[in-house]
């Protein structure tokens, strides 16, 4: 069984996830998707909102598989049994950035990286641009998967914290 983890902090899950995790159930048996959880880091929802809110997405996908963890993407994969790391890429910067990650964690444990490129006019949607147009009060809906509940990180995902 090909497994693989797909990792970030999805604060909020979008569009654009969404798009990498059914392009790469296409490549793998088994999707484990790994909330990180970085206590410095302010965000929208809390991790547990969060894996719930990625749960309940993919309900009805039994190859998908959703946590949370605090440590190394690499001890995140060994506990899974996941031999790849899938990750989207929205342009060069990102490319870099998950290039020197992907020799790191190959370096440590032999953990390949998988880079799926985003799909055209997804390039710009990223959590933190959401974030940013929720917090000057626009409808991030249209940036969301379908199905994703507003106070799962939607239009009015600050009212519920």
């Known amino acids: ?33 790994g909330v990180g959880v970085n206590v410095g880091k302010h965000c929208m929802l809390t991790p547990p909102q969060r894996v719930e809110a990625i749960r309940r997405l993919y309900a009805h996908e039994p190859r998908v598989e959703v946590d949370s963890y605090d440590d190394l993407t690499v001890d995140f994969a060994r506990r ?37 490129l ?11 641009v959401v974030r940013e147009l929720h917090r000057f009060g626009h409808d991030v809906r249209p940036f ?6 507003a106070h799962d990180g939607g239009a009015d995902a600050a009212d519920n914290e």
């Open 118 to 128: 985003a799909e055209p006019g997804l390039d710009s949607v990223s959590s933190s």
């Open 1 to 33: 069984m090909r497994t693989g983890i797909f990792v970030g902090s999805f604060d909020p899950f979008t569009i654009g996830h969404e798009s990498v995790v059914r392009r790469a159930l296409a490549l793998f048996d088994r999707l484990v998707i």
């Open 80 to 116: 899974h049994g996941a031999d790849f790391v899938v990750k989207g890429v929205r342009g060069v910067r990102d490319f870099e950035s998950e290039r020197e990650q992907a020799d790191i964690n190959r370096r440590l444990t032999g953990l390949e990286t998988v880079l799926l």
């Open 144 to 149: 969301l998967p379908e199905g994703m509940a």
